[in-house]
Nanobody, 120 residues
């Protein structure tokens, strides 16, 4: 059974950067979602297989970049200009919709999540 594992979370000051990593599966689109306490899970970004097409949530567009290294089977989320409202648990997920998707229901394998905290 496929298991995803995120890494790279932590505490950062507002305006700072973090890069999240996740072991990816080949021939699947990959996505990042996040969830803050009391909030629903929110779409952050997705990347198609093999990586031509990307989608971003409106609140992160222009600040976050999703990419994948198909040799290392790793997907990355580069997060710049972080804001306190970016705080939450970030989840990596795999989707059989190879073009990528913004919908959580299109993802069938999820990681355990990594905490990102942005201090003001």
């Amino acid at each position: 059974q496929v298991q995803l594992a995120e890494s790279g979370g932590g505490l950062v000051q507002a305006g700072g950067s973090l890069r999240l990593s996740c072991a990816a599966s080949s021939h699947y689109a990959m996505g990042w979602f996040r969830q803050a306490p009391g909030n629903e899970r929110e779409f952050v970004a997705s990347i198609s297989w093999p990586g031509v097409r990307t989608y971003y949530g409106g609140s992160v567009k222009g600040r976050f970049t999703i990419s994948r290294d198909n040799v290392k089977n790793t997907v990355y989320l580069q997060m710049n200009s972080l804001k306190p409202e970016d705080t939450g648990v970030y989840y990596c997920a795999q989707s059989g919709v190879v073009s990528g998707s913004t919908l959580a229901n299109d993802y069938d394998v999820w990681g355990q999540g990594t905490q990102v905290t942005v201090a003001s």
